[in-house]
């Protein structure tokens, strides 16, 4: 099954392409929506195709690429009632699929104060639900969101800050079966050295993989990894990704996007314009150059992908990732 790639350029422009299982990518295609001010983007496969939400500056759009490889006509709203305020200041979208199903994870502004928590709606074959909280509890200041499914169950991370400016890296599931929340836990109490550094971590990417959640968090600069095994245990660290990928590359690694294909995790960054890949093997727990399977490294997405007659983006502000 391939893997999509959905990025946003400096212009606001939205693109699209795939990696097949050999590694091959297509060049990146127009996926038809020019944004302007872009917050957030993010996409699912669901059994209707890959779907996408995109965020900013007053909008809050939604789009189907179908298997046969059309896309929906146009994009269209994906605000159904419930969102606080009517969704006026929505800023952070991300989103989870499984089977038919579409849940859109997202956390906004109303005013000069923020969403209490995260809110989600899910969108199937009858339309949308309502939306309802998806975490537990009211931290102000929440920005990054990002949503995984595993298993069925809509796991949700959230950066939330408290008045005093102390922030918190906030992990929830929704159970599939019942549709409860179990109730918001802080990730600083698995990993105390760390909180400084979490809590400094806007940008959240989230993907099931092998039937474990995988959680990257990034600033402008590095990224950390971790795993959460099963539901009494997590991986002992929150690492760093440059220093397991490696440890040379001098570049900026920001706006991570994560998605498992083939039993494997891959690890998606902008840096500088550019977009860096690099896999992490599940089996043999260790990090895979995506063009090299005898070292692990960071390959550029861009310098892989086959010489295009039409219109290049320009430099990449933001990625989504997609994969089974």
Same mark, same amino acid.
């Given at each position: ?110 005013? !000069?104060?923020? %969403?209490?928590?995260?809110?989600? $709606?899910? #969108?199937?074959?009858?339309?949308? =639900?309502? @939306?309802?909280?998806? /975490? ?94 099963? !539901?009494?245990? %997590?991986?002992?660290?929150?690492? $760093?990704? #440059?220093?397991?990928?490696?440890? =040379?590359? @001098?570049?900026?690694? /920001? ?70």
């Amino acid at each position: 099954m391939p893997i999509h790639l959905v990025a946003i350029d400096v212009n606001g422009t939205t693109w699209h392409a795939e990696r097949d299982d050999g590694g091959r990518w297509t060049p990146f295609a127009s996926a038809g929506l020019t944004i302007a001010e872009p917050y957030s983007v993010s996409c699912a496969l669901t059994d209707r195709g890959l779907q996408v939400c995109a965020t900013g500056a007053g909008r809050y759009v939604h789009t189907i690429r179908f298997d046969s490889s059309t896309w929906q006509a146009g994009w269209g709203n994906f605000l159904p009632e419930g969102w606080p305020d009517g969704g006026a200041d929505l800023a952070f979208v991300s989103v989870a699929g499984f089977g038919p199903r579409l849940d859109v994870c997202a956390s906004g502004t109303y005013g !000069d104060r923020a %969403w209490d928590r995260v809110w989600v $709606s899910t #969108r199937t074959d009858g339309g949308w =639900t309502r @939306a309802s909280a998806a /975490t537990s509890k009211y931290r102000p200041g929440m920005t990054g969101v990002a949503a995984a499914n595993v298993g069925g169950d809509l796991h949700v991370l959230v950066r939330a800050m408290d008045p005093d400016g102390t922030s918190h890296l906030v992990h929830t599931i929704r159970r599939a079966r019942t549709g409860a929340l179990q109730g918001d836990h802080f990730l600083e109490a698995l990993y105390p050295n760390e909180q400084r550094v979490l809590g400094g971590f806007p940008f959240l990417a989230a993907a099931g993989v092998a039937g474990q959640l995988h959680v990257v968090a990034g600033d402008d600069r590095e990224l950390r990894h971790t795993i959460r095994i099963d !539901d009494s245990s %997590w991986q002992n660290t929150f690492g $760093s990704v #440059r220093a397991a990928v490696d440890p =040379t590359f @001098a570049g900026p690694l /920001t706006r991570p996007a994560i998605t498992g294909s083939v039993g494997n995790l891959h690890v998606f960054a902008v840096s500088d314009g550019r977009i860096k890949h690099t896999i992490r093997l599940t089996r043999e727990y260790r990090w895979q150059h995506p063009d090299d399977a005898s070292r692990s490294g960071f390959g550029d997405v861009l310098d892989r992908m086959p010489a295009s007659s039409g219109t290049r983006p320009a430099a990449i502000r933001m990625v989504a990732a997609a994969g089974v």
